[in-house]
């Protein structure tokens, strides 16, 4: 549905209806698994109470879109202040009186009907929120990112599994065969959008970047490597670690990624409420970006910058242009990415032939987040719109850019000039990363 004509009214209403529908069955997906008990509690002082998330959800769709786009007086506008994201932080959330389970599935249910009535009416036409259905598409984006929260959350919820998938598939028959590294080469690209419909402010403008050749893996770091960075003490190793990693690391006790234990031998990890050895050929996942830094200098390479990261996943030498996508314009299909929950793990590394870049790199997009070496600053040019707390309120050296998107991240809020961020410390997220290098004599 993603490559739906946008200029047509009618195939975008249908585009706009198939995207809030496929959010909302998720949301129901990772809810209706669990009961109330479970909804309520803090399943980690890192997340919201997974029922806060519900009613924020139908909370921001309804001021939005019913109120901003529609003119419509506020539903309940006492509860505004409980599931506003900057009026409560995340670990004082259980304390607040927040609707119960049931209530949070009417008030949701109610804004999504009136909603679609909204939807039916409206010219999609005439005003910045409604051209190319941007304020419906950003409250797809939005329902899909707390989606994939609360799939953080399930993670890091303790008790028996509620959830599953199909494994991704196998490695494919090349993987054993490409090389290690790619090289991109030397010269200038266009990095974000003036042209991609949703995206979202930190994605704009399009600016020229010129950048020296580099090499990049061609996957990203797996488990079996990872494991070989443990082996040889690099959690010991100060010299690996920048100042204030080794800090963290000292004081978080760091000694592996996030869920895993050691039984004998073998490294073990829990995935859901299970148990299971790691999976030595999977992108490692669930790594702060102070370890992602180090397992880098360790290997005598460095985390790449935000725009080699786009460089490699976007510019086609060929044409001179920057695609949506590393493998074209299409939207994501199932044999291009592991995207939208489709899997509940990453998929063997060198996975996806037919999402490959023209650098050769692959999995660029899907399976894990990769940490990039960059901060999250705006573009030359930046404009925060239509509110500045989505992103100008972040900006600065305290976060760090991930791209790329994971398993958990829908195809509506993944694309080439997606950024995402977060704290270095953050692992509960799912991350993982690639290493680059500069090319010698450039």
């Known amino acids: 549905m993603l490559n739906a004509d946008r200029t047509d009214p009618a195939l975008l209403r249908e585009l706009i209806a198939a995207e809030l529908e496929s959010a909302r069955a998720r949301t129901a997906g990772l809810t209706d698994c669990l009961d109330e008990p479970d909804l309520t509690a803090q399943h980690s002082p890192l997340m919201s109470p997974l029922v806060w998330d519900l009613a924020h959800i139908g909370n921001q769709e309804e001021l939005w879109l019913l ?52 939807l039916e009416a409206s010219p999609l036409e005439g005003a910045p929120l409604l051209d190319a259905g941007f304020a419906f598409g950003m409250i797809a984006q939005h329902e899909q990112q707390h989606d994939e929260t609360m799939l953080a959350t399930h993670q890091l919820r303790a008790g028996a599994a509620v959830l599953a998938a199909p494994p991704p598939p196998a490695a494919p028959a090349d993987a054993t065969g490409l090389p290690a590294e790619v090289l991109v080469p030397a010269g200038p690209f266009t990095m974000g959008t003036d042209t991609e419909p949703w995206a979202l402010d930190n994605e704009r403008p399009a600016h020229r970047v010129d950048l020296p050749a580099y090499w990049l893996d061609t996957a990203p770091v797996t488990n079996g490597a990872y494991q070989a960075f443990i082996a040889d003490g690099g959690y010991d190793d100060p010299r690996w670690w920048t100042p204030q990693g080794w800090e963290h690391r000292t004081n978080a006790g760091l000694g592996a990624p996030l869920f895993w234990s050691r039984d004998g031998d073998q490294w073990l990890r829990r995935r859901f409420g299970g148990t299971e050895p790691v999976p030595a050929d999977e992108p490692v996942l669930h790594v702060s970006w102070y370890e992602a830094d180090a397992y880098a200098r360790w290997a005598g390479r460095r985390l790449p910058t935000e725009a080699e990261w786009e460089k490699a996943a976007r510019h086609d030498p060929a044409s001179g242009r920057s695609r949506r996508f590393p493998w074209g314009d299409a939207a994501p299909g199932p044999e291009h990415a592991n995207l939208g929950q489709r899997h509940l793990q990453p998929a063997p590394a060198s996975g996806y032939p037919a999402g490959q870049a023209p650098c050769g790199a692959r999995q660029l997009i899907g399976d894990v987040w990769e940490w990039t070496a960059s901060d999250f600053l705006p573009y030359p040019g930046f404009r925060a ?34 950024r995402n961020w977060d704290y270095p410390v953050r692992r509960q997220i799912f991350a993982g990363f690639r290493t680059a290098r500069d090319q010698e004599g450039a």
């Open 385 to 418: 719109w239509p509110y500045k707390e989505y992103s100008e309120v972040f900006f600065g050296p305290e976060y760090k850019v991930l791209r790329g998107g994971s398993f958990a991240v829908a195809p509506v809020a993944c694309r080439g000039t997606f």
């Open 67 to 118: 109120r901003n786009v529609g003119g419509r007086d506020p539903m309940h506008p006492e509860i505004d202040p409980l599931y506003d994201a900057f009026e409560h932080p995340r670990a004082e959330r259980p304390s607040l009186p927040l609707l119960p389970p049931a209530e949070a599935r009417r008030y949701a249910h109610e804004v999504r009907g009136r909603v679609l009535d909204l």
